[in-house]
């Protein structure tokens, strides 16, 4: 572990430090500075990687997240299925009521038609009694 722990510190301080100046702050008595830096960088590293969690642990937060957003979406699906089934029950509603009043105007017509034919009939009877009442009094003053 001290070895793999050395690795490190000497690749980020490759990275951080081209070899000549290495040498040069080396010379002047910065390694340990150098060193102190890279185990500081390791140290950032780490921690950060501790904070993200294992892959492991980052997949079942992402399968977490998924779940929620498949819940979310469900609800979203059945709130529209709601709101689908309330619009076409408003609408056998107004079609049932149009009918119901289309019935009422038919029956409104035929019994005006009855009415206005038994009304002719009412007058043309009394216009025969008013003939048959004319000729009377005609032949009754011819007579």
Do not use: C, F, H, W
Not at 35 to 54: R, Y
Not at 89 to 98: F, S, V
Not at 128 to 139: G, I, M, P, R, T
């Amino acid at each position: 572990m001290m070895l793999d722990y050395q690795e490190k510190i000497q690749a980020v301080v490759a990275q951080q430090v081209p070899p000549e100046q290495a040498a040069m702050m080396a010379q002047q008595g910065a390694a340990d500075q150098i060193l102190a830096m890279a185990a500081q960088q390791i140290a950032t590293a780490n921690q950060q990687a501790a904070q993200q969690g294992s892959p492991e642990q980052q997949l079942m937060e992402i399968e977490r997240q998924r779940v929620e957003l498949e819940k979310e979406k469900l609800g979203l699906n059945s709130i529209k299925d709601a709101a689908n089934i309330a619009v076409k029950n408003r609408q056998l509603d107004l079609k049932e009521e149009e009918q119901q009043i289309n019935a009422l105007k038919d029956g409104i017509r035929l019994a005006d038609s009855r009415n206005q034919k038994e009304q002719d009939r009412e007058d043309a009877r009394t216009q025969q009694l008013l003939d048959l009442l004319a000729a009377s009094a005609q032949q009754s003053g011819t007579i």
